[in-house]
């Protein structure tokens, strides 16, 4: 039995109910796999009279009993915003507790001086989620690639945007109503001012410098400019000429100093960043010995958010490095193989009616077709050919005992090939 | 004056002098992020007459003497294979020396046994070059995604094939002629059997599933099919169908057990791991919290290895995880803006002439363009419409200045307005 770990809540809204949520339901995996247990002791709320399950959590308006109180270890600020977080992070960081937060603005602006605290009181300051949501981009740059001199980054970071970029390109909407959408899928907030003017991208690039280049920038002083100034036609425009425009954030070592701006670019549509639609962040990275990088998943979002707040919460707890690895094994075995469509080629001799017995067999083990094609090249009064079938969903241990009985076919002239045919994406979840 | 820890090789190929080369290159940007130093003192080789830099090496044929030497306390193996890699690794952590390695057979077929006896022992043994080359997979997955049950990993970690794919795809050429490319290029070896028939990518996978779900396959079982039954026509048929084909290890947890397997499949053209082209690697991994992420870079090759292997070694090395943050932050400052293609938008009223005034302005400012198109809508008398030009490189400051002066005419509708243009991935490296 694991040791029970206290945790502080600094706001319980969308994020905090997830992180709630997560760390009940992937209880039992995260013992496994770290060793570790956690319990929400209490959280700091607005209202403490608004609904909500209350998980055997204590509530308060006001930070001064979470920090009394010994058995919270770790404390997560959810609240967003300078105001009152810099003030409840700075106290909780010196009464000894660690910090998690998923708080870029806090982090661009007050980062090197919340560290800096941290270290005075012997305690840590993580901050996964404040960029790329769910993407562990943070300690991706910090530990993966610590052997690297970074070059660069360039990407999507503010899914609001990419969003109602993605809605303009591909439902030929406007600004104005692609906006409106992102607002209705709670994509954009209300008041969108901060993610469209490019604000909160500039934060995030001003973290991304901090980690990439150990230097600090201003985000306020970052060149940036918003996607308010796009129109319908500058999308349809740049898809023209074989663009699309999404808001990038980049930063690069040129010249002494670094190239730095965040704006609407056009990218060519076969960059690897112009196929991140929606919600989704991506990121690219140069590593001056690992050369380009891209890291990619939802950039926002409840879950998301919280496994990245989450993965920091652990990372303070596990003291021994070695424990990941140290678990025993748990053997569940190789399943039945998932049904799924196929390809298949099968090489044939020009004989009369051999395609008719392929299918007459594929009938008869209820393999359905979804394409079929032939083709025979003749050799004098010989010929050869292949027969080539797509075929809808089908068990792979069904399509094996259809192919071995084609297979001792005297019109076959070789062996059968079946290929798996992979879904897009997520398609199979749900 | 960071502590100088030393290190052991055993073996100096390619990727051994790439690590040589990348902590003489990286020296003080690592001494800056992780406040650690190295000297390779000893290194292990089949021939000590080949001609190679020493750098200050000693060399021997045999692991006695670097085993013996009390200041090697990290032994790096990049010998490949199991014999004499397993005696050699065991040996190096029961003498109190942490371990890292890339060998993917050595960890799929012996990772439990040498993880116990490196616990045992007290010592670390780490592996992020053993798959995905330069990507950071192994720490993302049991790291940055530990508050997630992952579900599925699927991709692309061979690059031998996907090279050989990629040709095959590009350059219509069938299975054999590409093969030779791929030979002549580097990317296969003289005897590609491990490659081109899956076994390398099972190795892979086996190690994958054992981070992803706790759980060790003997890689032999995994059911495999390779590249080398694949004809041209597989590739183009496939292409008309709107899919590409490509080297695929699938683990996905399914009805109580594992969906495992390595082959040949095809991928819908608009599917993340379709573009993913010549020996570059990718992998998508499936998390219950944080969904679906893509991480995407070179999965192989000489300082792409070295990258990952080092980032291990200097993993071991740092004690305390509050080192990277804290180093003393360097300013640089925002450099001169890049010059770049621009696309402009100019909002004009329609009077005569405005087009010639405002091209004969970016002329005058060695504004060259690339293409420019007009569009004007009647209204009555009067009319408005959009200039749209793509210019080729420009200072942006140059550009400022001209649209600055072109904002001034008494033609103009509205604010103009200029995007960047991103130029495509690597275009800007030598």
Redesign the interface.
Known sequence: MSEIIGIGLLGLGNVGSGLVE?IS??RE??Q???DVNFKILHAVVKDLNKVRQSNGIELSTTPDKLLAEDDVKIVVELLGGVDPAFEWVSKSLKSGKHVVTANKSLIAEYG?EL?KI??DNNV??LY?ASVGG???LI??I????????IESV?GIVNGTTNYILTKMEEENLGYAEALKLAQAAGFAEPDPTLDVNGADVAQKLSILC?LA?????DST???CQGVD???Q??IS??EE?G?R?KM?AHA??????????V??????S????A?VRNENNAL?V?????????????GA?R??T???V??D???IAIAS??H???????????????SSNF?V?LPILDKPGVIGKITTVLGEHQISIS?A?AAIRKNGDSGFG?V?I?THAVDPAKLNLALKEIKGFPEMSG?P?A????????DR?N
């Open positions: 997560l339901t992937n995996h995260i496994d796999r770290a090197d560290l941290a270290a840590r300051l996964e769910g993407i562990p300690r991706t910090q530990d993966g690639l610590i052997a690297n001199e360039t901090r280049f150990s230097t600090h920038y002083k970052i060149p100034i796009l129109t036609d500058d425009v740049a000429f663009y425009i990038i690069e070592i040129l010249n002494g100093g670094h190239d730095l701006w704006e609407p670019a056009l990218i060519p076969d960059h690897p960043l196929n690219l140069y590593g001056n010995a690992v050369g380009e990088l891209m890291f990619y998943g939802k979002g879950l998301p919280a496994s990245a989450l993965s919460v652990i990372e490095p070695l990941t690895d140290m678990v025993e094994r748990k053997r569940i075995g190789i399943s039945e193989l998932r390809y080629r394409h094609s292949q080539r797509i062996e090939v290929l798996r045919i992979l879904e897009v994406n997520g979840r």
